[in-house]
């Protein structure tokens, strides 16, 4: 079995070093989508039928949310570039490819951790965390 292609396969010492500038797009990221979701939210108090139309259909009736939802893509490529991968916003998961020796996993930071500390591999996502060779035991808090 062959295992799968990236743009780029990181050390944890390399995605750890990516860490101080992950957390500001991610934080920006974050506020960001709350405000639009605060926003969307008050927008439906009048209007309730708007909950079921997407974002582009939203921002084309409200252009005052289209600055922030830009933002919202732009910090996302911006993680892209880096060769990461954004799966949760909310929660500020990114996943960073990893050869593990025997197969490509991905190292997981979330949001709020100082360094990498967990792994999982490519299909089971944030559930399937295991903790990476020393880190503390208190690694999944």
Known sequence: MSKPRFQKLFSPDEANGLIPRLEIIVRDLQMMANYVRVRVNELAIDNPELLNRTL????ERHPDLDAPST???EAIEQIEELGCFLT?????LIDFPFDNGDEVVFLCWQFGEQSVLAWHPIGDGFAGRR???GAPK???N
Do not use: T
């Open 88 to 92: 949760d916003i909310d929660q500020g």
């Open 138 to 140: 208190q690694w999944l």
């Open 71 to 73: 933002r919202m893509a």
């Open 56 to 59: 582009p259909e939203i921002i």
């Open 131 to 133: 903790p990476l060779p």
